[in-house]
């Protein structure tokens, strides 16, 4: 099982509470597993990748093993970790604010 | 026993606000959807217990909420806005041609008489239409396509549409107005439009009488004689008794013709209410003084309604969707603030109370007359 650590917004928005836990088959990369996310949780769809281009939204951000993987090849494979389940795919708020 | 419950979008959430038919006092629910900003909930004429909310924020985009019992519970529906086929551009600040961007739904306007029929204004500047309750939505292109459309430019808040009017006496007539392109009507159910802008002046273009290019804030209409629409424009207060083909301004003695939100009696309606603000640079009362101004002859002559209202260091907006009436017999007005107040008036303003004090930033105020 792959983990997903959402932000609170959308946390309240998908009705969950801690890290949403998927089935991706191999490999697990960017796309597969937000496509898994989003399957799962249609009213996520938009919020992290736009809804026409499926790009990355300007202020969303995906962290994983302490790395920056927002701007990562979305077919690229994810770190084993994340795959494995040992570690979270972080999807994240950039930070806004001053 | 009647009743009436006031919607109330915000910067940082969504407010319900309910009272009986006496209106004396009030209870607050929410925030709903704490954090997201909140442009605009309305309920639907055709079931009251059916309301519309347009929530979005920087970081996720557009969501669009549902519920099916007064705001109790909610559920999100589809978020999918789409222009049809390949939007060309239209023109940015800077004159240059800027392709058409979904940004955000800055209106939702429910049906009729339908609840699963409701309109959705967006930036940039369409008009989509949902017929199965928000599950899917559809662009009506032909405003979008407009031979003007080319040359739409954004206002300081982008190129939105933000007023929709659905006519009660004529189901294939509606009006939408953009800002800053002007006011439209459609005469077949949204199919084809036509720029209704005649007689307005707007100084800050280059040809003051253009047919497009206004910044038109908000338009309303009284349900029996939905021909005569009254407008806040950026400036300039003014009356069309043709259904736009021609509009004058009314304006007369009011301490500043500048504002965004206006409002007609729902029995009378040669009754008009307007917020006055200072200037499109000083978005504030006059004088520091709260004041809604009332015209009982259709505009031309003002009257300030301050009775309840702050008079002095009061330096608010009242936002172009924050401002409402209920149908009550003796009908109630209402208004939220930049400051976070909803003042409401159960006597057709002749006195106002803060139904609440300090809420987040309020963009939207719609009232629900409940039987």
């Known amino acids: ?98 | 026993m009647s009743g009436v419950r006031v919607l109330v979008g915000t910067k940082k959430g969504a407010f319900i606000l309910s009272a009986d038919g006496a209106r004396r006092s009030w209870k607050v629910d929410g925030p709903f959807f704490g954090g997201w900003e909140m442009y605009h909930v309305k309920g639907s004429p055709a079931d009251p217990q059916r309301i519309y909310a347009s929530q979005s924020t920087g970081w996720h985009g557009q969501v669009i909420q549902r519920s099916s019992d007064g705001g109790k519970t909610w559920e999100p529906v589809d978020n999918r806005f789409v222009y049809d086929g390949t939007p060309g551009p239209h023109t940015w600040y800077d004159g240059t041609p800027h392709p058409w961007e979904f940004k955000r739904v800055w209106h939702l306007e429910p049906s009729l008489d339908d609840p699963d029929t409701v309109f959705a204004g967006a930036e940039d500047a369409a008009l989509f239409r949902s017929s199965d309750g928000g599950k899917s939505w559809g662009e009506l292109p032909g405003l979008r396509r407009h031979p003007t459309a080319g040359g739409w430019q954004p206002g300081a808040g982008g190129l939105c549409l933000h007023t929709i009017l659905l006519d009660p006496a004529d189901r294939r007539r509606l009006y939408v107005a953009i800002s800053a392109a002007g006011a439209f009507r459609s005469d077949d159910a949204g199919v084809t439009w036509k720029p209704i802008n005649r007689g307005l002046k707007s100084s800050f273009l280059p040809e003051p009488e253009a047919e497009v290019g206004h910044c038109v804030h908000r338009i309303a209409l009284n349900r029996a004689r939905p021909g005569v629409l009254f407008m806040q424009k950026h400036w300039d207060v003014m009356r069309s008794d043709d259904a736009g083909e021609q509009w004058r301004e009314v304006s007369g003695n009011l301490p500043s013709d500048f504002g965004f939100t206006i409002e007609v009696h729902p029995h009378e309606p040669e009754t008009v209410y307007v917020f006055p603000i200072k200037s499109d640079q000083e978005h504030y009362p006059p004088e520091g003084k709260l004041r809604v101004y009332r015209s009982r002859s259709g505009g031309d002559e003002w009257e300030p309604l301050t009775k309840g209202l702050p008079q002095r260091d009061c330096f608010v907006n009242v936002l172009r969707d924050a401002s409402s009436m209920d149908a009550l017999d003796v009908p109630g007005l209402y208004f939220g603030t930049t400051g976070g107040q909803v003042y409401g008036s159960a006597d057709a303003g002749e006195t106002w109370t803060a139904i609440v004090r300090d809420l987040p930033s309020v963009y939207s105020v719609e009232a629900q007359t409940l039987a």
């Open chain 1, 1 to 98: 099982m792959i983990l997903v650590s959402l932000p609170p917004h959308l946390r309240t928005l998908a009705r969950v509470e801690g890290d949403v836990a998927l089935e991706v088959a191999a490999p697990v990369t960017q796309r597969a597993v937000l496509d898994a996310l989003e399957a799962a949780y249609p009213m996520l769809r938009g919020t992290i990748r736009d809804r026409v281009t499926a790009r990355r939204r300007a202020f969303m951000r995906f962290f994983a093993c302490r790395r920056d993987y927002s701007n990562a090849e979305p077919d690229a494979p994810l770190p084993a970790e994340v795959a494995s389940g040992a570690e979270p795919f972080l999807v994240v708020g950039a930070i806004a604010g001053g």
